[in-house]
């Protein structure tokens, strides 16, 4: 029986969800409405990168990911759906993974709570048989 490595990973920063965080702009040739992420989670995205840059684990097909969320307040908390969106997301980005359709499990994520200190995600990635 083959085991799968587990390859952890965390990100620090304040975990943020894409979705809570959009603006309508405008396409200045066409004129034509198109949804642009807020400059904070741009930001947080480029951060995310940035750290990811160290990273030389790649998943080509199906993976299974567990990702636990530390935030550093209660405000504007964030839900579990759109942080975990926004961290496939970031890793496909990353090219981590090729494609965030392949994560076929998400078991174990939550948000765990408070760290004033050192807000962030840590995140286990294992392929999937």
């Not at 990100?11 to 809570?20: D, M, S």
């Not at 989670?41 to 940035?50: G, I, K, N, P, T």
Request: with cysteine; hydrophobic share 35%; proline share 5%.
């Amino acid at each position: 029986m083959l085991t799968s490595t587990v390859t952890r990973i965390v990100l620090t920063g304040r975990p943020i969800t894409k979705k809570n965080h959009q603006t309508i702009a405008r396409n200045r040739a066409t004129g034509k409405p198109y949804v642009l992420q807020s400059e904070r989670y741009r930001q947080y995205e480029q951060d995310c990168l940035w750290q990811l840059k160290a990273c030389q684990e790649r998943f080509a097909g199906p993976v299974r990911m567990k990702c636990l969320y530390w935030m550093p307040d209660r405000r504007s908390s964030p839900d579990l759906l759109g942080l975990l969106q926004a961290t496939a997301d970031i890793l496909e980005k990353a090219q981590i993974i090729d494609n965030d359709r392949n994560v076929v499990s998400f078991d174990g994520s939550q948000i765990m709570g408070i760290d004033k200190q050192n807000p962030r995600i840590e995140i286990e990635i294992e392929e999937a048989e």
